[in-house]
T-cell receptor, first 117, second 114 residues
Framework: AQKITQTQPGMFVQEKEAVTLDCTYD???????LFWYKQPSSGEMIFLIY??????QNATEGRYSLNFQKARKSANLVISASQLGDSAMYFC??????????????FGKGTLLTVNP | NAGVTQTPKFQVLKTGQSMTLQCAQD?????MSWYRQDPGMGLRLIHY???????DQGEVPNGYNVSRSTTEDFPLRLLSAAPSQTSVYFC?????????????FGSGTQLSVL
């Protein structure tokens, strides 16, 4: 079974500062994918970034980067230069490649990020 | 470029009523799924499909039915609504079930059962 743990129910950051949202995972799959989604107050789920378990480099997408530490089973999201529009709920998720773990994304419970002006 | 279209956006039901949440995608995705989102619980899988005519249960399937007669459509049926089914429902799809495939989400349906 797969499990995603997000230990920070809420985080605060000042505008223009960087923030790290924590995510640890557990899986028995050798191959898997890690995802981060953003859910603003309007409710839609927005894909941010993806990291494959065999990718040697950390993924980056604009101001988002994923700090992937495979041995520690962590996949933290780093947002640089925070903006007011970054205030949202952030979900870490994973998908395996076999044994039924590929039939779904397993989600963490989310971290509510508030960016202060 | 519609993506995943989900209707309705809001719905209020009385206990015991039935209804169908509609989901359609225009990306020729093989995989489609329904999730429910409850406060503090993240998103949990209700049912999924890996192709037309193929469906299976997720983590929380009780009280819900699905069918997939076409690649594009994947409706979710509530047979006899209960207050415990008050939630936000998301339809999501992906091209395949490979681990590198992200899910594309619909805009969600906020359902209240009184």
């Amino acid at each position: 079974a797969q499990k995603i743990t997000q230990t920070q129910p809420g985080m605060f950051v000042q505008e223009k500062e960087a923030v790290t949202l924590d995510c640890t995972y557990d899986t028995s799959d050798q191959s898997y994918g890690l995802f981060w989604y953003k859910q603003p107050s309007s409710g839609e789920m927005i894909f941010l970034i993806y990291q494959g378990s065999y990718d040697e480099q950390n993924a980056t997408e604009g101001r988002y980067s994923l700090n992937f530490q495979k041995a520690r089973k962590s996949a933290n999201l780093v947002i640089s230069a925070s903006q007011l529009g970054d205030s949202a709920m952030y979900f870490c998720a994973m998908r395996g490649d076999s044994g039924g773990s590929n039939y779904k994304l397993t989600f963490g419970k989310g971290t509510l990020l508030t960016v202060n002006p | 470029n519609a993506g995943v279209t989900q209707t309705p956006k809001f719905q209020v039901l009385k206990t015991g009523q039935s209804m169908t949440l509609q989901c359609a995608q225009d990306m020729n995705h093989e995989y489609m799924s329904w999730y429910r989102q409850d406060p503090g619980m993240g998103l949990r899988l209700i049912h999924y499909s890996v192709g037309a005519g193929i469906t299976d249960q997720g983590e929380v399937p009780n009280g819900y039915n699905v069918s997939r007669s076409t690649t594009e459509d994947f409706p979710l049926r509530l047979l006899s609504a209960a207050p415990s089914q008050t939630s936000v429902y998301f339809c999501a799809s992906s091209y395949s079930i490979r681990s590198n495939e992200k899910l594309f989400f619909g805009s969600g349906t906020q359902l209240s059962v009184l």
